[in-house]
């Protein structure tokens, strides 16, 4: 939703924030814009690149504005397994280009290749949030909906891509949501909560050794 950017953020003075008089200045800028959130000059000239590369690249675009779409979609469920009562925050549900229901996810990201975002979904748990909204979709509406990831770089030169979720990644991440939910139904049931437990640690493999090292 690029044209709420100016309603909802302001860029703040261009100030060294160490010393007590330009925390002052600042504060009163925050103060006087007490509406917005206050971006640091170099923060909205990324959340601007950043925005610009989304809207330019041509698949982006086109999920951004197929007829009938919607952002911010908040949907609220009765898990049928657990009947825990969920909820969830789509960035955008629509149709994509053969007309099946789509859920997209926007996501900023420092490496956006293939090996190195991979990993952050499995790192961030992306893949168990893909399966949450699977899951919440399908059950409010019978679809089985495609999920795409639209990926942004977060410096320079603020590179995008359109990923589709490969399903059986997805399916394993709707594994995953459904593991977590009985986890936290029988939790609760229990009033138990485990941790991560007690026991031992050690170094890396990679830190063992070092007084081989010769200099």
């Known amino acids: 939703e690029p044209e709420k950017m100016d309603e909802d953020f302001v860029q703040g003075p261009d100030l060294d924030r160490k010393t007590k008089k330009n925390r002052e200045i600042h504060d009163s800028f925050a103060h006087r814009n007490s509406d917005k959130i206050v971006l640091s000059p170099q923060q909205m000239t990324d959340a601007s690149c950043m925005r610009t590369s989304v809207w330019s690249n041509p698949m982006a675009h086109q999920l951004l504005t197929f007829p009938g779409g919607n952002n911010q979609v908040a949907i609220i469920w009765d898990d049928e397994i657990s009947g825990i009562r969920c909820k969830g925050l789509i960035d955008r549900y629509t149709e994509d280009w053969d007309g099946v229901p789509s859920i997209m996810d926007l996501k900023t990201a420092r490496d956006i290749d293939d090996h190195n975002f991979s990993r952050a979904i499995h790192k961030w748990g ?73 026991g031992f640690i050690k170094l890396p493999t990679y830190a063992m050794n070092l007084n081989e090292l010769k200099f």
């Open 126 to 198: 992306y893949h168990i949030q893909a399966g949450m909204y699977w899951r919440g979709i399908n059950q409010l509406t019978k679809f089985k909906p495609r999920y795409y990831f639209v990926i942004v770089e977060n410096h320079p030169p603020y590179d995008s891509r359109v990923l589709q979720f490969d399903p059986d990644s997805l399916e394993q991440g709707i594994k995953d949501a459904e593991d977590c939910l009985r986890r936290h139904n029988l939790a609760t049931k229990k009033n138990e909560w485990p941790g991560m437990g007690n």
